[in-house]
């Protein structure tokens, strides 16, 4: 059947409130006519916001994007057309605008460089803040640095003596630590590839997370904090080299670690809890309750912000460590507003709970649909939305402010273990013990990109924070860059 357009009456207005995604009401209610689309909007709350530059939004009504004229969207909704068709006084229209990343990223298509090198399956894969590095770890007990210009490695890291599990850059790009089976962390120099200083040791049992201190509390970066198999989550400072506090409160394994923006590290666990701990005496302030069973995954609002510190798509480098806190500060408030940090965590009891820890020990909201345990959860870096990917072979994504739940994107035939996004909150990428790769388009809720080539499953993905390229590894051993 073909969809026709409907001619929209102009002279027909409807009244619309204008709100921000926290729900904040933006100016008074205002009649516009029903011939208005995206574009006359976002003139209206550029003008609303006394924006000097214009700048991009998109436009939801009942978490639905409005694509077309008011008009033809309620003709669509047709329970909604008939509130309007009298245009009563009393209806009002909640419209909430969505700001936009200025710039775009292009999905990317094909493959530019498979890269041999590791002896054993690549268990994770992770570029540097500012992107121009690429580091991963591996079964076969190295850390590997590649080098992006020519696509080819650039330096193996040897020190480990059983699998390479975890690996995270600091956000200031000076340190790389990696978590082994054993136990053990080392903390790596990324310019050349040698080991600084010995291991530091102290867990009993093998590393499950590693999450850095933000550059915009502490720079240059010294401290971050390491999750375990054993219990516990500890706190080391590289230039101490030694452990500087013990996080041990949890009943079993610590499967994962964050540590937020405010100060606060956020730890998950086999015993289904997740616990708050301030950081200067590593005092346990908050337990938040309610999984019914293991914790698998942690994510923050704020994390992408986070991750890449004083980095963003200008890539702009600085020339102090006083200069780069500065604008790692600027960033994360500009990110976080006026709103709390947003936490959300995935569960082996196939559900995905959103808390606002420093306002509420019970969750926001419960997020359910999915038939299998939830093994990855991620926050988009805009911090608008959420998506999960599970053990039912689905990702699904979710309002990341009120946890509503939006869609769910089916395609792949196993497992979906890890997921990354593009800088610019609009497009998800996907890999799966199915060996492919999947990018979906946010917008159209829909499978941007299909991406086979690796020959096994695929562990580890990610997207880097310039936008440009993708690496995945897995099973297969090679690490394979992706490109638009």
């Keep these: 059947m073909v969809e026709m357009e409907v001619v929209v009456d102009s002279t027909k207005s409807a009244c619309c409130q204008f709100l921000d995604p926290e729900g904040e009401v933006l100016g008074a209610s205002i009649y516009l006519p029903l011939n208005a689309g995206p574009a006359q909007l976002q003139e209206i709350v550029n003008t609303l916001l006394k924006n000097e530059e214009r700048l991009p939004y998109s436009f939801y009504i009942s978490d639905q994007e409005l694509t077309i004229q008011l008009g033809n969207y309620l003709q669509k909704n047709k329970g909604k057309w008939d509130s309007f068709v009298a245009v009563s006084v009393e209806k009002t229209l909640s419209i909430v605008y969505q700001p936009q990343a200025i710039f775009r990223i292009r999905p990317v298509n094909r493959c530019s460089a498979t890269i041999a090198g590791h002896a054993e399956a690549v268990l994770s894969v992770s570029f540097s803040p500012d992107g121009r590095q690429l580091a991963s770890g591996s079964g076969d007990t190295t850390v590997r640095i590649w080098d992006l210009n020519t696509q080819t490695p650039l330096y193996t890291c040897t020190g480990h003596k059983n699998w390479v599990l975890c690996i995270a850059w600091s956000p200031d790009g000076i340190h790389l630590v990696s978590g082994s089976k054993a136990g053990e962390l080392l903390i790596w120099d990324p310019k050349t590839g040698k080991q600084s200083g010995n291991p530091l040791t102290g867990h009993k049992k093998w590393i499950t997370g590693i999450a850095w201190e933000p550059v915009h509390l502490n720079a240059p970066c010294r401290r971050f904090v390491s999750s375990s198999k054993d219990g516990d989550a500890r706190v080391w400072d590289v230039s101490l080299r030694k452990c500087v506090l013990i996080l041990s409160s949890h009943t079993l394994a610590v499967t994962c670690v964050k540590w937020g923006g405010d100060g606060m590290i956020y730890t998950g666990s086999q015993d289904c809890t997740i616990k708050v701990w301030e950081t200067s005496q590593g005092k346990l302030i908050r337990e938040l309750k309610g999984h019914g069973h293991w914790v698998n995954s942690l994510a923050l609002s704020t994390e992408y912000t986070l991750r890449t510190g004083a980095y963003d798509h200008t890539r702009k480098h600085y020339s102090s460590s006083e200069e780069m806190k500065e604008a790692a500060l600027e960033r994360y408030k500009k990110m976080k507003g006026s709103a709390p940090e947003r936490l959300i965590s995935g569960s082996d009891d196939f559900t995905v709970f959103l808390w ?33 990917a599970s ?94």
Excluded at 370 to 382: A, G, I, R
């Design 391 to 484: 053990f039912d072979k689905s990702v699904k994504l979710w309002n990341g402010i009120t946890g509503a739940f939006v869609a769910a994107f089916r395609g792949h035939v196993g497992p979906v273990y890890q997921i990354s996004w593009s800088a610019d909150s609009r497009l998800l990428l996907s890999g799966s013990k199915d060996s492919t790769l999947k990018v979906w388009d946010i917008r159209t809720r829909k499978l941007k990109q299909d991406l086979p080539g690796h020959a096994d499953e695929v562990f580890a993905v990610d997207w880097s924070p310039d936008g440009e390229k993708v690496a995945s590894g897995g099973k297969d051993r090679v690490l394979k860059l992706w490109m638009g």
């Design 356 to 388: 606002e820890p420093s306002v509420d020990k019970h969750p926001k909201a419960r997020l359910t649909g999915h038939q299998q345990l939830v093994n990855h959860v991620c926050f988009s870096p805009d911090g608008q939305w959420i998506a999960s």
